[in-house]
């Protein structure tokens, strides 16, 4: 079965985006990769990588950015 339609309907967007004097728009790619985490909070993003060899001793990696899907 098909599920409820999540995107909003272009209309209503146009029409939303008349009701103010002033509205704002961004380019979300230039965004990518520029949200800092806070080093304090940095190790809480550290995952180990052995690339599937477990007889050697795993790489430690840190996220330093968020990463956005």
Known sequence: MKGPDLLN???????????????ACGDISKMYH???IPEI???????????LDIERPP????????TFW
């Open 41 to 51: 909070d940095q190790h809480v993003h550290r995952f180990l990588w052995r690339d």
């Open 9 to 23: 309907n272009l209309l209503g967007v146009l029409l939303r985006f008349r009701q103010y004097e002033m509205a």
């Open 59 to 66: 790489d430690v990696y840190i996220k330093t950015v968020l």
């Open 34 to 36: 520029r949200v800092l």
